[in-house]
Structures are given as structure tokens and as C-alpha cells.
């Protein structure tokens, strides 16, 4: 990212999210998703959030059995909104490495 690119709205609450180990929801693509934001970064110099998801809807309908499989995703500047969740209590899964927080982000800008 270049200083003159302005991060998106959501970008912010975001951040203060992965700092604070704090749940969030989201409306993404239509689907509001409880996530556990891990990582923030850039994948091919669009910002991307990596989290892991532990409630809400999915473009399957159903969160996967295995909590391995429930990372996901999202280019943050196609998040249309961003609620706090402080009702649920941060999760993750055994396969979490911070420095390598999976092929998802090219370069990390903040990770747990």
C-alpha cells in the first residue's frame, strides 16, 4: 500500500478488533458473518482480513464440522458494515500460525 491509498471504512474497526481479540459481525457480500478477525494485511495490494468464523451465514449455508476449515477471507473494502460483538467470547482453531497466517495475505499488517 502506498501512503496516499486510503484504507476503507472498515478498516479501522477492523484493527481495533485484532488488537482488542474482540468478535465482530459483518455484512459481507450480503451475508452477515461472525468472525474472529486474526489478521489484516494485502493480497495483491487490495486490504484482506483473515478471520475465522464461529457464527452467521455462509455462501455454504452451514459453518463446516471441522474447525480447521472455518478461516475465511474477505477483501475488507467489500465489507459493508462492521458491528462489535462483545456477547461471544474469542475463538480460534489449533491450525492459527501468526507468522504465516496462510497464503490469504501477501503482506501482514497486524496479526494475533
Known amino acids: 500500500m502506498t501512503i496516499s491509498q486510503t484504507l476503507p471504512a472498515a478498516w479501522a474497526y477492523l484493527e481495533a478488533a485484532v488488537r482488542q481479540r474482540r468478535p465482530v ?4 457480500h450480503g451475508r452477515w458473518r461472525i468472525l474472529c478477525p486474526h489478521a489484516l494485511g494485502w493480497k495483491n495490494q487490495k486490504p484482506m ?8 451465514h455462509t455462501s455454504t449455508g452451514t459453518l463446516h464440522p ?15 458494515q462492521v458491528l462489535a460483538d ?23 499488517s497486524i496479526a494475533v
Open 25 to 28: 459481525q459483518v455484512n459481507y
Open 49 to 56: 482480513l483473515l478471520g475465522y468464523q464461529i457464527g452467521g
Open 66 to 80: 471441522d474447525p480447521r476449515k472455518r478461516w475465511r477471507c474477505l477483501f475488507v473494502d467489500e465489507i459493508e
Open 86 to 108: 462483545m456477547t461471544i467470547p474469542w475463538q480460534t482453531a489449533d491450525n492459527y500460525n501468526r507468522s504465516r497466517p496462510f497464503p490469504a495475505i501477501d503482506e501482514i
